[in-house]
């Protein structure tokens, strides 16, 4: 079974700094990776994805994240991040393997700082 | 207008009752979830149907049920509801695929 570890429950990070959210996760077989992302009061929406091709893959609003078969890991980075970026992120990912709906991990709570 | 609506938003219930959360989607999918949230445990898979004959349970199902009414539509029940389950519950779509999932804006569920 696949399952997903997001390293930090939690990220201060001071405004226009970097930041790293580390995902790592487990499956024996091929998989799909996924950032969501949760505003405040809000439901959860697609960040970005990886299903296929390059291995670094972008948003919109100027995250990005990098497919590591090898470590098996999707960690999300930004190099300059904004107030409006304070939000709740969540890791996923779906197997190859069956018909399993996607695993999410515990999420990661960024706060940025003014 | 949202791809995947929820009724209602919020609900306040008392102990031992009966309470219905209800999700619709126009998106066409097959695919329906059902999640709660609680703060530092993420989103957890209650239940999941993958066509109107399909049911399946989650992580946590013990205390829900679920009914597939058609295609766009998928309710959440709990028989009597208790406080531990206060909590913000998602209803999510996919295709046949199962990738991407459509999220709705979510119920906030106070069990008193």
């Known amino acids: 079974a696949q399952s997903v570890t997001q390293l930090d429950s939690q990220v201060p990070v001071f405004e226009e700094a970097p930041v790293e959210l580390r995902c790592n996760y487990s499956?024996?077989?091929?998989?799909?990776l996924f950032w969501y992302v949760q505003y405040p009061n809000q439901g959860l929406q697609l960040l970005l994805k990886?299903?296929?091709?390059?291995?670094l893959v972008e948003s919109i609003n100027g995250f990005e994240a990098e497919f590591n078969k090898s470590q098996t890991s999707f960690h999300l980075r930004k190099p300059s991040v904004h107030i409006s970026d304070t939000a709740e992120y969540f890791c996923?990912?779906?197997?190859?393997?069956?018909?399993?709906?996607?695993?999410f991990g515990k999420g990661t709570r960024l706060s940025v700082i003014a | 207008d949202a791809d995947v609506t929820q009724t209602p938003r919020n609900r306040i219930t008392k102990t031992g009752k009966r309470i219905m959360l209800e999700c619709s989607q126009t998106?066409?999918?097959?695919?329906m979830y059902w999640y709660r949230q609680d703060p530092g445990l993420g989103l957890r898979l209650i239940y999941y149907?993958?066509?109107?004959?399909?049911?399946n349970k989650g992580e946590i199902s013990d205390g829900y049920s679920v009914s597939r009414q058609a295609q766009a539509k998928f309710s959440l029940s709990l028989e009597s509801a208790i406080p531990n389950q206060t909590a913000l519950y998602f209803c999510?779509?996919?295709?046949?695929?199962?990738?991407?999932?459509?999220f709705g804006p979510g119920t906030r569920l106070t069990v008193t």
């Open positions: 996923a990912v779906y197997s190859f393997s069956g018909n399993t709906p996607l695993v």
């Open positions: 499956s024996s077989v091929s998989v799909y």
């Open positions: 998106k066409g999918h097959d695919r």
């Open positions: 999510a779509t996919s295709d046949l695929a199962g990738r991407e999932q459509y």
């Open positions: 990886y299903l296929s091709g390059s291995t």
């Open positions: 149907s993958f066509d109107v004959k399909d049911i």
